[in-house]
């Protein structure tokens, strides 16, 4: 599989926005770049996913680099439960079932 | 249901007893899986269902796991002879379909202590 790449922690204010980057310079064509995040003591929660165009749904955006080797998560204004652990994950129909988690970026947001 | 149901929420079990853990998946989704996340670790794929086979058993860390899903929904992950390494968070999600174009669903999870 493909590799990506997280900073370890990342903090923000609260409502102000943040950007979440994600490195994966070894993207094939056919990988889609998933966002999943944990908040303390729940399991993962499915946040967004794309394959070269930008999306957006009603939890955050996701901006992919032309290039498609970077994507960043953008949460447009924190809020408190936002704190968690993303992380970036690509999959392709080889990558099977296995999402692999890697070790994500722990956010913390402050009041 | 309205998302994935795992039970029980915590289970404290003596070491070499065997336990039974819950997963109710989104209505029609057909595909389930089982993860582990131990204290500060990643986590870790154990098994795959679609419908009631295991197509993908790889994860499974020993024989004394075993797992199985009977009428495309309801599945349990049963652990025999527990060991104090089998203390971990069980967690069970579900998706439509497999595909990368996917997501998936992840309960609450079941935090197992082994004493």
């Known amino acids: 599989d493909a590799k990506t790449t997280q900073p370890n922690s990342m903090e923000s204010n609260e409502e102000e926005p943040v950007h979440l980057p994600c490195n994966h310079s070894t993207i094939s064509g056919t990988d889609y770049i998933h966002w999943y995040r944990q908040l303390p003591s729940q399991g993962p929660e499915y946040v967004i996913h794309g394959l070269t165009s930008n999306v957006n749904n009603r939890m955050a955006s996701l901006a992919i680099a032309e290039d498609r080797k970077s994507s960043t998560l953008i949460l447009h204004r924190a809020t408190l439960r936002d704190a968690a652990v993303y992380y970036c994950i690509l999959r392709d129909s080889n990558s099977g079932y296995a999402l692999n988690f890697g070790k994500g970026t722990s956010l913390l947001v402050t009041p | 249901g309205a998302g994935v149901s795992q039970s029980p929420s915590n289970k404290v079990t003596e070491k070499g007893k065997d336990v039974e853990l819950r997963c109710d998946p989104i209505?029609?989704?057909?595909?389930l899986y089982w993860y582990r996340q131990s204290l500060g670790q990643g986590l870790e794929f154990l098994i795959y269902f679609q419908g009631n086979s295991a197509p993908d058993k790889s994860g499974l860390p020993s024989d004394r796991f075993s797992a199985e899903r009977t009428g495309g929904s309801v599945s349990t992950l049963t652990i025999q002879r527990t060991q104090q390494e089998d203390s971990a968070v069980y967690l069970c999600a579900s998706s439509s379909q497999t595909g990368p174009n996917y997501g998936y669903t992840f309960g609450s999870g079941t935090r197992l202590t082994v004493v």
């Open positions: 209505s029609g989704h057909t595909a």
